[in-house]
C-alpha cells in the first residue's frame, strides 16, 4: 500500500475523494492533482488534458437535443483548458448508448462535438462507443499549454487584482433549465490571452464563489469579492428582482467564465479585451490573510461557500 | 450539413457507426478515424490518444475487485497505444458511480489504474467523477508516438511477414469468466520495438481473426494465418480439446496481442524478443490479392469472420 492509504469507506463525498487522490497520485507535472486541467511535461512541451462526464438524468434530458450534449461535452473540457491557458489540440468522445438506441443520436452526439470543437481550431480525432444503460457522453480535450507552467490555483499574492471575463450568471439564471445550462461558450482565446498575466487562473463552472473559495483556500490569501463590480448577465441585471435571488443566481450557478488574479501592474493590460470581444472586468483583490469574503455596500463579510456539489453537500453531513 | 449526412437511423451497428464517423470527421493526423489510436501531429511531434469504456454488467461485475477493473481501463488502452508504437505519457481516468457508492470502491479503481500506468512509466494524472446509476470507468491514454507516422492498418503489402507477440487465446480460453478477461498485459514495449520495423501494426483485442480481416481490408492484401504458427496459451495447447473448440478460442476470443506487417527483410530483427521476454513468432503472410485466409493442413481457406461484436451481430441484421 501507499501512503495514502486505502480511499475511505462510506458514501462518496466529492471533496474527500478528492483529497485522498492528491495524496495516492504522484505529482507529476507542473500543475497538482485536481487542478481544472492535468499537465503533463514532455520534452520541454507542457500538455494539458482534461475530461468531463455528462450522464442522461443528471447533465441531460432524453428530450435533449443530442447535438447539444455533444457541443456540452467538448465546451466544458474547453473551459477546463482554458482555465490553463491551453490551446485545444485534440478531441475525443466516448459514448455510453443502449443497445437499442439509434446511430442517429450517437451522430447528433458527434456532430455537436465537432462543430464546437471546429470553432476553437481542433477536431473530434477518436474515443469509444460501447452498450450500456444509461446515455453517458465523455469528453476529453488534449491542449498545449503557451507556458512551461500553467498558472495555478495556487498563485494569487497580496496586492493582484480579480478579473472575470464575460458575464456571471448564466448558470444561475437558467438553473430551472437543463439544456439552457448545457449552452457553454468557453473562454479559449480569452483564457490564453490571460494565462500570460495570470498568477492564478481558474474556471468559474461551479460558480464564481465557488472558484473564489478555491483560489482562496490554494493560494493561502484573502480574496475579496466586490459585488457592485460583477458584470451580471442581462436577466440579473433587471429591477424587480430580490437582491437574493439576483445575488444567489450570480454567485453560485456554474458558469464558464474564467476567475484569474493578477498582478496589479498587469491589470492594465489584462483588461483590455481579448481579440473576440469578450470583456474583462475587476471584480475584487487579492489581500493578505485568509479566506473568502464579499464586499457589498461597504461592509465586507465572509463570502458563504454553497457552490453546486454533485454528491451532496458534505459538509453538512461529514 | 457535412457530406456526411446524418448518421443512419436505426438501432447502433458498430461498424455502419465506425463508416458515417469516418466520412463525418475530418482527417487531421497521420492516422485514419477509427484506428486503435488518434493520432495528433502537433509541433514536428506526433502525439497517440486512446480512450475506452468498461461498463459494469457488460464488462465488469458488481462483484469484481475494483481494483482490476481500473488496472484493466489503463492495460486495454496502453495495449492501443502499443499497436501505433507509442511511449505512454499519462492517464486520465472518469468514473460514473451511484450517489450512495463507497469512497472505497472509487478509490480502488484509482488504485489498480495508478498500479498499471506506474508499470509501464506513467501516471494518472487527471479525470472526473460523477453521479449515475451504473458504474462506469472510462481510460483515456496520452502517448508519444516513436515515429512521425505511426504504423496504420492499411500499411501491409505482398511480401510482408505477419508476426505476434506472446501468445493467442487468452481471452477464448477465458470466455466464461468476465473477471480473467480483464487481466490484460498490454505490450507497450513490443509495440514500440515493433513499430520500428512494422508496415501495418494492430492490437488483437476481438481476436486475431478479427484483426487479420481489419489488416487485409484496410491494406487490400490477401493476409494468410497459417494455423500451426500461432503460438497459443498453455490452456489451449493441451491435448483432449476438440480441434473446434481449440481454434474458436484462439481465434476469436479477445487478446491483448499484436499483429504486425513486417516486410521480410526485417523480420529477422522483428523476431527477436524484445528485452522483456516476450516472444514474437511468425504466423503468416501478405500476399497479392484480397482478404483473410486461414491455412491449414495444407489447405487454404476463407477464414471465418466472427470477431467479438458488441452491439450484435450487424452482417446479418442489416
Given at each position: 500500500?501507499?501512503?495514502?492509504?486505502?480511499?475511505?469507506?462510506?458514501?462518496?463525498?466529492?471533496?474527500?475523494?478528492?483529497?485522498?487522490?492528491?495524496?495516492?497520485?504522484?505529482?507529476?507535472?507542473?500543475?497538482?492533482?485536481?487542478?481544472d486541467a492535468?499537465?503533463?511535461?514532455?520534452?520541454?512541451?507542457?500538455?494539458?488534458?482534461s475530461s468531463d462526464v455528462l450522464?442522461?438524468?443528471?447533465h441531460f434530458?432524453?428530450?435533449?437535443?443530442?447535438?447539444?450534449v455533444g457541443a456540452a461535452a467538448v465546451a466544458v473540457n474547453l473551459s477546463d483548458l482554458a482555465a490553463?491557458?491551453?490551446?485545444?489540440?485534440?478531441v475525443?468522445?466516448?459514448?455510453?448508448?443502449?443497445?437499442?438506441?439509434?446511430?442517429?443520436?450517437?451522430?447528433?452526439?458527434?456532430?455537436?462535438a465537432?462543430?464546437m470543437?471546429?470553432?476553437?481550431?481542433?477536431?473530434?480525432?477518436?474515443?469509444?462507443?460501447?452498450?450500456?444503460?444509461?446515455?453517458?457522453v465523455v469528453g476529453c480535450v488534449?491542449?498545449?499549454?503557451?507556458?512551461?507552467?500553467?498558472?495555478?490555483?495556487?498563485?494569487?499574492?497580496?496586492?493582484?487584482?480579480?478579473?472575470?471575463?464575460?458575464?456571471?450568471?448564466?448558470g444561475?439564471?437558467?438553473?430551472?433549465?437543463?439544456?439552457?445550462a448545457l449552452d457553454v461558450t468557453p473562454r479559449v482565446?480569452?483564457?490564453?490571452?490571460?494565462?500570460?498575466?495570470?498568477?492564478?487562473?481558474?474556471d468559474t463552472s461551479d460558480?464564481?464563489?465557488?472558484?473564489?473559495?478555491?483560489?482562496?483556500?490554494?493560494?493561502?490569501?484573502?480574496?475579496?469579492?466586490?459585488?457592485?463590480?460583477?458584470?451580471?448577465?442581462?436577466?440579473?441585471?433587471?429591477?424587480?428582482?430580490?437582491?437574493?435571488?439576483?445575488?444567489?443566481?450570480?454567485?453560485?450557478?456554474g458558469d464558464y467564465?474564467?476567475?484569474?488574479?493578477?498582478?496589479?501592474?498587469?491589470?492594465?493590460?489584462?483588461?483590455?479585451?481579448?481579440?473576440?470581444?469578450?470583456?474583462?472586468?475587476?471584480?475584487?483583490?487579492?489581500?493578505?490573510?485568509?479566506?473568502?469574503?464579499?464586499?457589498?455596500?461597504?461592509?465586507?463579510?465572509?463570502?458563504?461557500?454553497?457552490?453546486?456539489?454533485?454528491?451532496?453537500?458534505?459538509?453538512?453531513?461529514?
Open positions: 500500500m501507499t501512503r495514502a492509504g486505502p480511499a475511505p469507506a462510506g458514501p462518496l463525498r466529492e471533496r474527500a475523494f478528492h483529497r485522498w487522490l492528491a495524496r495516492r497520485l504522484p505529482a507529476v507535472g507542473p500543475l497538482p492533482v485536481g487542478d492535468a499537465a503533463v511535461t514532455a520534452r520541454h512541451r507542457t500538455l494539458l488534458l450522464v442522461e438524468g443528471s434530458l432524453p428530450s435533449t437535443a443530442p447535438r447539444r490553463k491557458g491551453g490551446r485545444p489540440l485534440a475525443l468522445l466516448d459514448l455510453v448508448v443502449p443497445r437499442r438506441s439509434s446511430t442517429a443520436w450517437a451522430g447528433a452526439v458527434v456532430d455537436g465537432e462543430r470543437a471546429a470553432r476553437f481550431g481542433c477536431h473530434v480525432v477518436g474515443g469509444d462507443t460501447k452498450p450500456g444503460r444509461v446515455r453517458t488534449l491542449g498545449e499549454s503557451s507556458r512551461p507552467d500553467p498558472p495555478p490555483r495556487s498563485g494569487a499574492r497580496p496586492g493582484d487584482l480579480l478579473l472575470t471575463t464575460g458575464w456571471v450568471g448564466h444561475g439564471a437558467s438553473r430551472a433549465d437543463l439544456d439552457a482565446r480569452e483564457g490564453e490571452r490571460l494565462a500570460r498575466f495570470a498568477h492564478a487562473l481558474i460558480g464564481i464563489a465557488e472558484s473564489t473559495h478555491l483560489l482562496a483556500g490554494a493560494s493561502r490569501c484573502r480574496l475579496v469579492l466586490e459585488a457592485e463590480r460583477v458584470p451580471l448577465v442581462p436577466s440579473l441585471a433587471r429591477p424587480g428582482l430580490s437582491e437574493r435571488a439576483r445575488w444567489s443566481a450570480a454567485f453560485y450557478g467564465e474564467l476567475l484569474a488574479a493578477v498582478p496589479a501592474r498587469w491589470a492594465g493590460a489584462a483588461l483590455r479585451a481579448a481579440p473576440g470581444g469578450v470583456p474583462v472586468t475587476r471584480v475584487g483583490r487579492v489581500e493578505a490573510g485568509r479566506g473568502a469574503w464579499l464586499e457589498w455596500r461597504s461592509r465586507t463579510v465572509p463570502l458563504p461557500r454553497a457552490g453546486w456539489q454533485p454528491f451532496g453537500d458534505e459538509r453538512r453531513r461529514s
